[in-house]
């Protein structure tokens, strides 16, 4: 199980330096706005317990030269729920975030709303959904630590609405608190790994390697790159003398692939998994890189499969991070085609693939692609740069493959070589007709 911790345990394991806030005092009456029977006393004893007025612990902090605003909640106090004096604190967290201009990472370990405060205490979700729309209206970056337990509204809001989302080996996460869930619920969907695998964070990290981790995402999210200049080719293939050879080429198993472009071009990676909506794709790979110049790029990655409905919105989810943060992009394209199997329609795979075409397009920062294998059809186009695509020797971009070209066409098998001539998808086709920019 995850180590949960007090608030300031915590704020000090990751902090070099930190300095609390406290917003101005809210007067309340002695049981709350529901006259609650004990809630004074309660209160009373929590704060004995934790030497904490509330469940919200918030100020400036340095992580590693980084300045930034933490806000912890403190389990011990009434299990971190949320009432409104924890809203006025966490309101006042993302606005001195927002006014600083500078992170805010929230370390989540909540039960919920508090019961004794009622409707009164579920409101404040809307209040932090308000100030969330606010920080990501001013590039600002969130960054949610999910403790043992994240659940509840503190999860539907504060933890799931951040821009990366880590997770402790262990801890509970989910909408659903332990004791108001389906007794025949699978315990499994309820973890940090379950949600990884679900898509809906971004990384199981262990203790140890938290700070570093954190350290890391801070000068991802604050230290981009004017630009995304195209790798470098990773192999010595000649230029295709027929389109036929082109496939060939694009296809051989022994060509460099996203990962070692990956390797080659960043120093570091930090991985963003999932669509948010339950899914994964396992042949796409996104995140955030750093460069030798320490200099941070986007990246969305695929690695020569079909890409499926879960790829798709992953990488638009990518891109609009990257363009709200305006950290430059660099997408590599390599995909036989979208997923067209009937998991992949009921999935929605036009939606999905259009999504990812609306985020390129609507993208003010810079997006470089390159195509380093199969370019097949409008699945490998939804993640290319209008006017700023480049290609490798060993690689291929066509409307349609050539075998299902010449099925289409009703030609018999043998014609595939035919037809990849007529389509014209070599590189230096690509290049005459003004769909690429240049060959690598």
């Not at 106090?77 to 993302?94: Q, V």
């Not at 332990?178 to 990290?205: C, I, K, N």
């Not at 692939?257 to 669509?275: H, M, Q, S």
């Not at 660099?330 to 999935?347: H, K, S």
Request: glycine content about 12%; overall charge negative.
């Amino acid at each position: 199980m995850a180590d949960r911790g007090s608030a300031r345990e915590v704020i000090a394991l990751l902090t070099d330096t930190f300095a609390q806030h406290t917003p101005p005092t809210r007067s309340c009456a002695p049981d709350g706005p529901l006259s609650w029977e004990g809630y004074g006393a309660s209160r009373a004893r929590a704060a004995a317990r934790t030497g904490e007025d509330e469940s919200i612990v918030y100020g400036t902090a340095t992580i590693g030269g980084h300045r930034c605003t933490v806000l912890a909640f403190e389990f011990g106090f009434l299990g971190g729920s949320l009432g409104e004096r924890a809203g006025d604190r966490l309101e006042d967290a993302y606005r001195l975030a927002r006014e600083e201009r500078i992170p805010l990472l929230s370390l989540v370990a909540t039960g919920g709303s508090r019961m004794q405060e009622g409707m009164v205490a579920l409101t404040q979700l809307q209040r932090v959904a308000r100030a969330t729309v606010l920080l990501r209206e001013a590039g600002v970056p969130h960054i949610a630590v999910l403790r043992d337990p994240a659940t509840g509204g503190g999860w539907a809001t504060v933890g799931a609405g951040a821009d990366v989302i880590l997770a402790l080996p262990g801890a509970q996460i989910g909408f659903a608190g332990s004791r108001v869930r389906p007794p025949d619920a699978d315990p499994a969907a309820y973890t940090a790994e379950g949600q990884l695998a679900a898509g809906h964070v971004d990384a199981v990290v262990p203790p140890e390697e938290l700070r570093g981790t954190v350290i890391r995402w801070l000068t991802a999210l604050t230290s981009p790159a004017e630009q995304a200049p195209p790798p470098p080719a990773l192999s010595e293939t000649p230029l295709p003398a027929t389109g036929w050879e082109a496939v060939r080429q694009a296809r051989d198993p022994a060509r460099p692939r996203a990962e070692a472009y990956l390797d080659a071009y960043f120093t570091a990676r930090l991985p963003l998994a999932g669509d948010r909506c339950g899914g994964t794709d396992p042949g796409l790979r996104c995140g955030f890189g750093l460069r030798a110049d320490g200099r941070a790029v986007a990246y969305v990655a695929q690695c020569g499969t079909a890409t499926r409905p879960a790829g798709y919105r992953t990488a638009a989810r990518v891109i609009r991070l990257a363009d709200r943060l305006g950290v430059p992009v660099l997408t590599l394209v390599d995909t036989p085609g979208a997923a067209n199997d009937a998991e992949a329609e009921r999935a929605g795979a036009g939606a999905a693939i259009a999504e990812a075409f609306t985020a390129v397009a609507g993208a003010r920062v810079a997006i470089t692609t390159l195509l380093i294998g199969e370019g097949g059809s409008g699945g490998a186009l939804a993640l290319a740069a209008p006017g700023n695509t480049w290609a490798t020797p060993d690689s291929y971009f066509s409307v349609i493959a050539p075998e299902p070209a010449a099925a289409i066409l009703k030609r018999p098998p043998e014609d595939a070589p035919h037809t990849a001539e007529q389509l014209r998808l070599r590189p230096q086709d690509l290049l005459e007709l003004g769909v690429i920019r240049g060959i690598v």
